[in-house]
């Protein structure tokens, strides 16, 4: 049974970076026609988007955080990771790393417990 | 960005009962929908696709319908596993996934 569990500081400060890992257990990262990807829940919020990176090397980046989002595969780790940079209050959530193939649509099979990050000084 | 409204947040409902739930779409997805049910510490579970395709396994109390920008989820008779939140989530525009913001099913 494949598990994902995020790992990262819970408080980062206005203007620094934020970095998330995903440890993947129970499996490979390393399967054909994965998608690893991130979401966020703001706080009294909907679930956000964040995007992924694919086996294949391809990556897709929410347009609102483009600019600041890199994410990425560490298969040798088994772990993939989200690097957001010059973060502010706005990027207070509750973090969520999940996988999914597309299966007649986006069909997620792992989710993780999710890690909350505040963002203040 | 297509934007999805989800309507309830919340509600408390008893076993037996019949229970819905609405998403809203901003603009026109056609059937590009679907239907998931999260629990803490659990896989989450795609309920339906493409808006009215029950997933395989799932129980055919769960039933989907809709197209264009209004769809509805709904379970014909609440079961005691069937307390969690639900989320719809549209892929019109993949890989610019959006969801709805969630509907929590409490026990009343």
């Known amino acids: 049974q494949v598990q994902l569990q995020e790992s990262g500081p819970g408080l980062v400060k206005p203007s620094q970076n934020l970095s998330l890992i995903c440890t993947v257990s129970?499996?490979?990262?390393?399967?054909?026609?994965?998608?690893w990807s991130w979401i966020r829940q703001l706080p009294g919020k909907g679930l956000e988007w964040i995007g992924y990176?694919?086996?294949?090397?391809?990556?897709y980046y929410n347009p609102s955080l483009k600019s600041r989002v890199t994410i990425s595969v560490d298969t040798s780790k088994n772990q993939f990771s989200l690097k957001l940079t010059s973060v502010t209050a706005a990027d207070t959530a509750q973090y969520f790393c999940?996988?999914?193939?597309?299966?007649?649509?986006?069909?997620?099979?792992?989710w993780g417990q999710g890690t909350l990050v505040a963002v203040s000084s | 960005d297509i934007q999805m409204t989800q309507s309830p947040s919340s509600l408390s409902a008893s076993v037996g009962d019949r229970v819905t739930i609405t998403c809203r779409a901003s603009q026109d997805i056609r059937n590009d929908l679907g239907w998931y049910q999260l629990k803490p510490g659990k896989a989450p579970k795609r309920l339906i696709y493409s808006a009215s395709n029950l997933q395989s396994g799932v129980p055919s109390r769960f039933s989907g319908s809709g197209s264009g920008t209004e769809f509805t989820l709904t379970i014909s008779s609440l079961q005691p596993d069937d307390f969690a939140t639900y989320y719809c989530l549209q892929h019109n525009l993949y890989p610019r996934f959006t969801f709805g913001g969630g509907t929590k099913v409490e026990i009343k």
């Open positions: 999940a996988s999914y193939k597309w299966i007649r649509g986006p069909y997620f099979d792992n």
């Open positions: 129970g499996g490979s990262i390393d399967k054909s026609g994965y998608y």
């Open positions: 990176s694919h086996n294949t090397g391809s990556t």
